[in-house]
């Protein structure tokens, strides 16, 4: 199995800046095979969007976020018989609109893991 905890998130004002976490463990076979990290946001009464992801080809941003916000990730660690991937957000020039539950996704083809949601609130 392969567990997602997401952290960072919180209340911040306009203009500030959050940094999320996502980290993602488990067997080394599952982590290593991760080709895909990204996050994910839900407004209330909003679909969920992807915000922001990278793969080994490059990074990709929803329109609304670039220039503001920046994924980056560390590269995956092994500690006895499991291992562990890293994927972070820098969030900067928050705006209210960008309050949501961010998600962490981690995944390749079929194998999708899904954090549990950081709670991110802008004040304006």
């Known amino acids: 199995q392969v567990q997602v905890v997401e952290s960072g998130g919180g209340l911040v004002q306009a203009g500030g800046s959050l940094r999320l976490s996502c980290a993602a463990s488990?067997?080394?076979?599952?982590?290593?095979?991760?080709?895909?990290m990204g996050w994910y946001r839900q407004a209330p009464g909003k679909q969920r969007e992807l915000v922001a992801a990278i793969t080994s080809g490059g990074t990709n941003y929803a329109d609304s976020v670039k220039g503001r916000f920046t994924i980056s990730r560390d590269s995956a660690t092994i500690s006895r018989d499991s291992a562990k991937n890293t994927v972070y957000l820098q969030m900067n020039s928050l705006k209210p609109e960008d309050t949501a539950i961010y998600y962490c996704h981690m995944g390749r083809g079929p194998d999708d893991y899904w954090g549990q949601g950081t709670q991110v609130t802008v004040s304006s």
């Open positions: 488990g067997s080394i076979f599952k982590i290593f095979s991760i080709n895909v």
